[in-house]
């Protein structure tokens, strides 16, 4: 993700964050923003050009982490504004990097149209 947190302190809006993306035929990452992590946009890996869509199961679990994660740190910055002022803004250095781990973990679980899968057996259900 790249850095939500900037030096000030405050955090961007949600649409300028950037949520990771796993291209299944290269093995690689990359990032698009937020405001466009949506469901049924089709997105092209850099490295191999491979095109990648996003399904609404996907999309819905990565909205409902970030704004749960957003809202959390939103609100304890709001709240340790007056109280910690500096501490507040280390915590959230330390959340976002674990946000980014989730995330990763995340997409890797659920898998884009096109992913290859191992065969099952035939009486398999």
Do not use: N
């Amino acid at each position: 993700m790249s850095t939500p947190v900037t030096g000030a302190g405050v955090l961007p809006p949600r649409g300028e964050w950037s949520i990771p993306v796993h291209c299944f035929r290269c093995d690689a990452w990359f990032a698009v923003p937020f405001a466009l992590y949506r469901a049924g946009m089709v997105f092209r890996c850099p490295q191999c050009r491979a095109s990648l869509a996003l399904t609404l199961p996907l999309v819905s679990a990565v909205r409902h982490l970030v704004e749960t994660v957003d809202a959390k740190l939103r609100g304890a910055r709001e709240g340790s504004v007056a109280a910690e002022g500096a501490a507040g803004e280390e915590e959230q250095r330390q959340a976002l990097p674990a946000l980014e781990a989730r995330l990763r973990a995340l997409v890797e679980r659920e898998p884009l149209p096109g992913t290859p899968r191992p065969r099952r057996s035939a009486f398999a259900f």
